[in-house]
């Protein structure tokens, strides 16, 4: 295995621009984004609000800092946000939404990341002055540590009603939306008029190497802008990334369709080796969860003994490792991460 490339499961953020999306990004024009004057960007920005459906966007350089900046413009210090206790703004973005915005988070239990319409509803904080105000409710889709799973629009809609109801703001970590629409058949703006504001990531399945963007009203993307600044994410001629991520936006997305495919392929195999478990119906998207029994070690000791081996994936929890397919990985390289986890459990 020693002169075999490695198969990087690890993250659908490891992919690396091939020759014609280097090529975009070397002939981009640029110019000073801070003074709005990047055309590239700006470019991108239209593009992204028009796919959204929204009035306007911004391109932020992380999936992170487009949650948090879209967090702070829409809450103040001592609001509490309502989420899902899985959802990677609190598990993976180092406290952010208490460090950066002031708020506690409510955090709501439910199976591959959902939860439903009466939960937010008990979780909503009366209005007397001893409570937090519930201001902002945060849905990811895909879920990540969920296994990658689609949310459903009729589930959306109905917690659209709740904060409707009740005045609150809803935000969408849509990281991996496009991976939803692909998976589910809709449009990305099927699922972004229920939200305030939208962001997505053209760092993961699609393959740029840099940035993420936030969508929303011309009037709300001006205060996420201002607190991108804040945030130390204000870009100069950032055009030479953006142009990656529009090339990204080109010639990605129907692609994502074979990650899916890669996915489901990898795990109906992996389920079928004794020792290791894996909830085939979560599989919609490009991640899956393995769960592995104790009698072949931890979740971090199976993951070191594959990396070893060549297949890179990630323990995320003791017994749990996670792969993520991508535009790096082909058919025949699934076919080869197969024959080296069978190897390695037998
Ligand atoms: N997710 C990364 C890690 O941070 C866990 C990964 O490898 O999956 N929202 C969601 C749903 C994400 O999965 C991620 C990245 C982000 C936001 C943050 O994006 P970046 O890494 O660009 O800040």
Redesign the pocket.
């Known amino acids: 295995m020693r002169n075999m490339r490695p198969i990087d499961l690890?993250?659908?953020?490891v992919t690396k621009p091939a020759a014609a999306m280097r090529e975009a990004m070397a002939n981009a024009e640029v110019g000073d984004d801070v003074f709005a004057g990047d055309p590239t960007i700006n470019r991108l920005q239209e593009k992204v609000a028009q796919l959204l459906g929204k009035e306007a966007a911004i391109y932020v350089p992380?999936?992170?800092?487009?949650?948090q900046t879209a967090i702070r413009a829409q809450t103040q210090p001592g609001d509490e946000i309502i989420t899902h206790e899985d959802n990677?703004?609190y598990?993976?973005?180092a406290g952010a939404p208490a460090a950066l915005s002031g708020c506690s988070l409510k955090l709501l239990p439910g199976k591959h990341g959902f939860f439903d319409a009466e939960a937010v509803r008990s979780a909503l904080r009366p209005a007397d002055s001893h409570f937090p105000q519930s201001s902002l409710i945060v849905i990811?889709n895909?879920?990540?540590r969920g296994g990658g799973t689609c949310w459903s629009i009729d589930a959306i809609a109905d917690i659209r009603r709740v904060a409707d109801e009740h005045g609150l703001k809803m935000h969408l970590?849509g990281?991996?939306l496009l991976n939803a629409c692909i998976a589910k058949g809709h449009k990305p703006a099927d699922y972004a008029k229920y939200f305030d504001t939208v962001?997505i990531?053209f760092?993961?399945g699609l393959g740029a190497p840099v940035g993420?963007a936030v969508a929303s009203t011309k009037e709300k993307i001006k205060r996420v802008h201002r607190f991108r600044k804040m945030f130390g994410g204000g870009m100069r001629q950032g055009g030479i990334i953006a142009a990656g991520a529009l090339y990204a936006l080109e010639n990605h997305v129907d692609r994502l369709a074979t990650d899916h495919a890669n996915a489901k392929k990898l795990a109906t195999a992996l389920a079928e080796i004794p020792g290791l478990s894996i909830d085939l119906g979560s599989v919609e998207t490009n991640i899956l969860y393995c769960d592995i029994d104790p009698r072949l070690g931890t979740g971090p000791d199976f993951a070191s003994k594959l990396n070893e081996a060549g297949v890179w994936m990630i323990a995320t929890a003791p017994q749990r490792i996670r792969a993520?397919t991508h535009l790096d990985v082909s058919t025949e390289d699934i076919d080869r991460a197969i024959e080296i986890v069978r190897k390695s459990v037998a």
């Open positions: 690890r993250s659908d953020t992380s999936g992170s800092m487009a949650n990677h703004i598990h993976y973005e990811e895909t879920h990540n970590d990281a991996r962001s990531c760092s993961k993420s993520v």
